[in-house]
């Protein structure tokens, strides 16, 4: 059967039921402006708020995250803790993302730990929904490494209460600290890094005692920016630990 389309008249009843069509489909596009949730993250099923973990295990992270609408991925990344280098292996290059269509879900994640490292970091995850929008969280992760050097350092001028040391530039900044561990110390170093954490001057310090104390490494920058000071110190098993802070040449 045919529609002879000019019969249809535009009455006002039916243009009332076109706008209400017209504004129900509107208000289904924008509806979901709710950001996802996460609403936990659990190791071995019980909740937590910082990450221990120690060397060489595997970590089993759940993360439990919500929508009003749908999920679209959950991603957990390990990044550097700013006052705790990265030490050069690759936990690091962690960033794993887990796609679900579904309104909530309990995503598994599996991290092998090194042996060899002792560490500081964040693991950030983040939970994204189908319209883009994010929720986040970060929270502390450490890797006990019981096997690792213990490191303990301060500068000259002092950190500030942001863990940071401020120099004017050209001004000396003075290193001091101690490395202790019970397999012997087969080295040390104190290092500056420039802000992409690559070693712009490194002093090694002679391993003559265990514990190893030194107190005269000291280092300056002409360019004002923003570097770090680390102390790196690896046993005689290779297990290696970091020491730092941020420095900002003023
Ligand atoms: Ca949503
Ligand atoms: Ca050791």
Request: charge should be negative.
């Amino acid at each position: 059967m045919m529609i002879n389309l000019s019969k249809i008249r535009l009455t006002p009843f039916v243009l009332a039921v076109i706008t209400l069509f017209a504004a129900a489909c509107q208000d289904r596009e924008q509806a979901d402006i709710t950001p996802p949730e996460i609403e936990e993250i659990a190791i071995d099923g019980i909740a937590v708020t910082a990450i221990q973990v120690e060397q060489g295990s595997t970590l089993n992270l759940t993360v439990h995250a919500r929508d009003n609408e749908a999920l679209e991925k959950v991603t957990v990344t390990l990044m550097e803790n700013t006052n705790s280098p990265t030490p050069p292996t690759g936990i690091y290059a962690f960033n794993q993302s887990q796609t679900t269509g579904s309104d909530h879900a309990a995503l598994q994640f599996e991290l092998t730990i090194p042996e060899s490292i002792a560490a500081q970091m964040i693991a950030k995850i983040v939970a994204v929904d189908a319209n883009g929008y994010t929720d986040q969280l970060e929270i502390p992760m450490i890797i006990i490494n019981s096997q690792a050097p213990t490191i303990a350092g301060s500068s000259n001028p002092a950190e500030d209460a942001n863990g940071e040391i401020h120099i004017n530039a050209g001004q000396n900044l003075l290193m001091s600290g101690e490395a202790n561990d019970a397999d012997g110390l087969q080295s040390l170093s104190v290092m500056l890094w420039d802000a992409n954490d690559q070693p712009l001057a490194t002093t090694p310090i002679a391993i003559t005692a265990t514990p190893m104390a030194f107190s005269d490494a000291s280092f300056d920058q002409a360019v004002s920016g923003r570097y770090r000071v680390v102390i790196e110190a690896v046993d005689n098993s290779g297990h290696r630990s970091y020491w730092g802070r941020i420095v900002i040449v003023d």
